[in-house]
């Protein structure tokens, strides 16, 4: 039966920030979902990789068409969700969309950021952790291959990448609209992950007052804070040291929000009603989004960041248009093996067959020549049987077809076999 590749998932073009953050995965939990998924289906999903991000959820894996349209009502029910209230958010790609759509997510011209080249690193995280958990075989293992050198590609022939304004960059910006010169500002980051990092050396460029990192190790925010001449601080001290701050910056792994609207409420209160800034990058959210009604409160989510990133990228558009042309070439040289890879099976069937009729006529003239045979009759013998074992199946095909199948034959017989002197 054959086995085709799918991808499904929800993105941000797709579904808020509210709906991606109910099925969004840390990176230590992608194991236990693959685990999960290839269980309920058994041998049904043979390969299978997740990626999960801030703005995407996607399932890639490998499978019979009979069971590729259940797999997504799983995802709602590993996530204890309806799975109808999540199916509107849901897309899904069969064979060469599902291959063009991976081309296109590890490009970054499925981004929030145009061209942004953090998702490259993302999907090899996805594919390091398949390969771990025993779910990445020969189909995706070659689809992501092909992904990461497409993508290469792109960013070395094409514009994309260039003069994008990052995540990061939009958080300053939104942080200026509000206070001007970030110079008498004070700056919190909470996390100390890749994104944070980002921040932090964007605000770093503004030259703040003060600059924190609050992280659930002081270890490792300690590490990040070196770098920035930071101070660091727990997460159970940010109760405390809340109201210090005018700008705060969150992004953790946490499935639950760092910052209650309890919390900023007494910071608004001890900060004499002062505005704040709060940039939450984080999906499941760090911030409670009751937060927002808060009339001091200016709080943007990752969707709102995305919305100003994306009105800046219009100058990249023409680069689009060439990075597509690239993929699409790509797409069509990965069906290509895809169809080849089909018929493997077919060609191995067709070789055995061959063998096995080539030693029953060996053995034949064996034993022809062993009881002192004529040797050129032997090999005379030797060419007629193997003829006529060569040209049983298409005669017989022919004897016993009705006449549509003995037009096609008719057709095919003369392609399939050299009918033509040499």
């Known amino acids: 039966m054959a086995v085709d590749v799918y991808t ?11 709906v991606r953050e109910k099925v969004s995965l840390s990176l230590e939990l992608l194991k236990p979902a693959l685990g999960a998924l290839r269980s309920t289906f058994g041998g049904s999903v043979r390969e299978a990789a997740i990626l999960s991000t801030c703005n ?4 890639y894996f490998a499978s019979t068409s009979e069971v590729a349209g259940e797999v997504p009502a799983w995802m709602a029910s590993y996530h204890q969700l309806d799975s109808q209230s999540l199916q509107p958010h849901l897309y899904q790609h069969t064979q060469h969309e599902a291959v063009r759509h991976a081309f296109r997510v590890a490009s970054g011209l499925d981004s929030m950021v145009l ?3 953090q998702i490259l690193g993302q999907m090899k995280d996805a594919a390091r952790v398949a390969q771990e958990s025993g779910s990445l075989g020969t189909l ?3 689809l992501f291959q092909r992904t990461f050198a497409v993508a290469k590609e792109v960013r070395s022939q094409t514009a994309i990448g260039e003069q994008s304004v990052s995540m990061a960059a939009a958080a300053v910006r939104l942080a200026e609209r509000v206070f001007g010169d970030l110079g008498k500002c004070k700056v919190l980051f909470i996390g100390a992950g890749e994104m944070i990092e980002l921040c932090a050396t964007h605000f770093a460029s503004r030259q703040p007052q003060r600059m924190a990192v609050a992280n659930r190790t002081v270890e490792r925010a300690e590490g990040l804070a070196r770098r920035f001449n930071a101070h660091t601080m727990t997460l159970s001290q940010l109760p405390q ?11 953790t792994a946490s499935s639950l929000p760092i910052l209650g609207l309890g919390m900023v409420e007494r910071a608004t209160r001890m900060r004499r009603h002062k505005p704040m800034v709060m940039v939450d990058l984080a999906v499941p959210r760090d911030i409670e989004s009751e937060v927002s009604r808060l009339d001091d409160i200016y ?8 919305r100003l990133v994306q009105s800046a990228s219009d100058a990249r558009q023409a680069a689009v248009v060439q990075a597509e ?7 069509q040289h990965f069906m290509h093996w895809l169809g080849t890879r089909e018929v493997v099976p077919v060609i ?7 063998e096995a009729m080539q030693q029953v006529e060996l053995e034949r003239a064996r034993r022809a020549l062993a009881r002192g045979e004529n040797p050129e009759a032997v090999l005379e013998q030797l060419a007629q049987g193997l003829t006529q074992k060569f040209l049983h199946g298409p005669m017989s095909a022919l004897n016993h077809s009705d006449r549509p199948q003995r037009e096609q034959l008719l057709e095919w017989l003369p392609r399939l076999y050299t009918m033509r002197e040499r």
């Open 56 to 59: 995407r959820t996607e399932v």
């Open 8 to 18: 499904f998932g929800l993105n941000h073009h797709s579904a808020p920030v509210a």
């Open 299 to 306: 709080l943007y989510s990752v969707d709102d960041l995305g």
């Open 140 to 142: 995706l293992h070659q």
């Open 348 to 354: 191995r069937d067709l070789h055995q067959s061959a």
């Open 115 to 117: 061209g942004e080249p």
């Open 241 to 251: 040291h809340l109201a210090d701050f005018d700008v705060v910056v969150s992004c």
């Open 325 to 331: 042309a690239i993929i699409e070439t790509r797409v």
